[in-house]
């Protein structure tokens, strides 16, 4: 008997794992081929013009990523219910991308920007909680998510306020650019860690009274706390190593004005007793930090990252009974477990 091509499309029409790996790597090569020929022209043009390329781009994307143009809609669907119509959801998934599209230029031209153009730039509301975190040499654990610029936040805090910083970072598929993206961020002034390395790294960053900063609104199935009202797999990473050392854990946002420059928004410390770290502490912990992030993201929907499976694992069947709860099952304000279900499959 022939043995399968898993090379080949499979019956439903779908390519398999590793063809698709193969593809997306092809694909972030190519990416960086392009970024590395783009960047003498973006850094020498002007703002408005590369604004203007930035909208560009995501439109353009827009038009041809409609597997995840489908997926931003499914979850608009899902967080919103039928409070935005389809043609609203349309509309501001187009909106997304085009945030994006302009987050792509901006990373590319950051190493033109100067540090007296970063603080003209940039402003920001609530320093004061990332001092008071830090007062007595302590160490600052901060959380974010894929809203607003997350990059230029990395650049604002390490270049300008010179903060001693650590990120977390996943490394795409593609080798090459895994370097590019490490290059450039740790050309910005920050050190890099590749998510899943040890804590202990972490730990030890910590503890020397640095700054740690995570992304932290990824899919995972760790535990599962509410996100706009639907049980949804969160990391468990921060608040654990947040209780485990001790320290502050700051929720902080770089976000878009309507005139291009940017708010870093740094919000209250959450609430961390040191050496507490039981399942419900760490689930608690963790559903205040869902709930400071959704809350930014009704603030700013178009400038999140809606193009993400954030919902995935809470309709996996292996994890259906551990995510949702009779009482989560039954009284869902968006109609139930089955609605939601058909919301997210985009149905």
């Given at each position: 008997?022939?043995?399968?091509?898993?090379?080949?499309?499979?019956?439903?029409?779908?390519?398999?794992?590793?063809?698709?790996?193969?593809?997306?790597?092809?694909?972030?090569?190519?990416?960086?081929?392009?970024?590395?020929?783009?960047?003498?022209?973006?850094?020498?043009?002007?703002?408005?013009?590369?604004?203007?390329?930035?909208?560009?781009?995501?439109?353009?994307?827009?038009?041809?990523?409609?597997?995840?143009?489908?997926?931003?809609?499914?979850?608009?669907?899902?967080?919103?219910?039928?409070?935005?119509?389809?043609?609203?959801?349309?509309?501001?998934?187009?909106?997304?991308?085009?945030?994006?599209?302009?987050?792509?230029?901006?990373?590319?031209?950051?190493?033109?920007?100067?540090?007296?153009?970063?603080?003209?730039?940039?402003?920001?509301?609530?320093?004061?909680?990332?001092?008071?975190?830090?007062?007595?040499?302590?160490?600052?654990?901060?959380?974010?998510?894929?809203?607003?610029?997350?990059?230029?936040?990395?650049?604002?805090?390490?270049?300008?306020?010179?903060?001693?910083?650590?990120?977390?970072?996943?490394?795409?598929?593609?080798?090459?650019?895994?370097?590019?993206?490490?290059?450039?961020?740790?050309?910005?002034?920050?050190?890099?860690?590749?998510?899943?390395?040890?804590?202990?790294?972490?730990?030890?960053?910590?503890?020397?009274?640095?700054?740690?900063?995570?992304?932290?609104?990824?899919?995972?199935?760790?535990?599962?706390?509410?996100?706009?009202?639907?049980?949804?797999?969160?990391?468990?990473?921060?608040?654990?190593?947040?209780?485990?050392?001790?320290?502050?854990?700051?929720?902080?946002?770089?976000?878009?004005?309507?005139?291009?420059?940017?708010?870093?928004?740094?919000?209250?410390a959450l609430p961390v007793s040191a050496g507490?770290?039981?399942?419900?502490?760490?689930?608690?912990?963790?559903?205040?930090?869902?709930?400071?992030?959704?809350?930014?993201?009704?603030?700013?929907?178009?400038?999140?990252?809606?193009?993400?499976?954030?919902?995935?694992?809470?309709?996996?069947?292996?994890?259906?009974?551990?995510?949702?709860?009779?009482?989560?099952?039954?009284?869902?304000?968006?109609?139930?477990?089955?609605?939601?279900?058909?919301?997210?499959?985009?149905?």
């Amino acid at each position: 008997m022939a043995t399968p091509d898993k090379t080949c499309p499979s019956g439903d029409g779908k390519f398999s794992l590793r063809s698709r790996n193969r593809v997306r790597e092809l694909w972030q090569r190519t990416t960086v081929l392009l970024m590395v020929a783009a960047a003498f022209p973006l850094r020498i043009c002007s703002p408005s013009l590369s604004g203007r390329i930035g909208i560009g781009l995501g439109k353009l994307a827009y038009r041809i990523a409609r597997r995840h143009r489908r997926r931003a809609c499914a979850n608009l669907h899902l967080a919103y219910g039928e409070a935005m119509s389809r043609q609203e959801r349309e509309n501001l998934t187009c909106r997304v991308f085009q945030h994006f599209g302009r987050c792509v230029v901006e990373f590319v031209r950051g190493p033109a920007l100067t540090e007296a153009e970063f603080s003209r730039m940039v402003t920001c509301e609530g320093w004061e909680h990332i001092e008071s975190a830090r007062a007595g040499g302590k160490g600052v654990l901060m959380f974010t998510g894929h809203i607003g610029n997350w990059e230029i936040l990395g650049r604002w805090l390490a270049g300008v306020r010179r903060l001693p910083l650590t990120v977390v970072a996943k490394d795409p598929k593609s080798p090459a650019l895994a370097r590019y993206l490490r290059a450039m961020r740790e050309g910005a002034g920050f050190a890099v860690l590749s998510k899943g390395e040890s804590a202990r790294s972490l730990l030890r960053v910590l503890r020397r009274g640095e700054a740690v900063c995570l992304l932290a609104d990824q899919n995972s199935a760790d535990l599962f706390t509410p996100f706009f009202g639907i049980p949804t797999g969160t990391v468990a990473g921060p608040a654990t190593l947040a209780l485990h050392a001790g320290v502050a854990l700051v929720p902080i946002f770089c976000v878009r004005k309507p005139d291009g420059s940017f708010l870093v928004r740094c919000l209250p410390a959450l609430p961390v007793s040191a050496g507490s770290e039981s399942g419900d502490r760490v689930l608690q912990l963790t559903a205040a930090m869902n709930l400071s992030l959704e809350r930014m993201i009704r603030e700013y929907p178009d400038q999140w990252l809606w193009l993400h499976n954030r919902w995935k694992s809470a309709f996996e069947e292996r994890n259906t009974d551990r995510a949702w709860s009779t009482d989560a099952k039954d009284a869902l304000a968006n109609g139930g477990f089955e609605e939601a279900r058909r919301r997210w499959q985009g149905r």
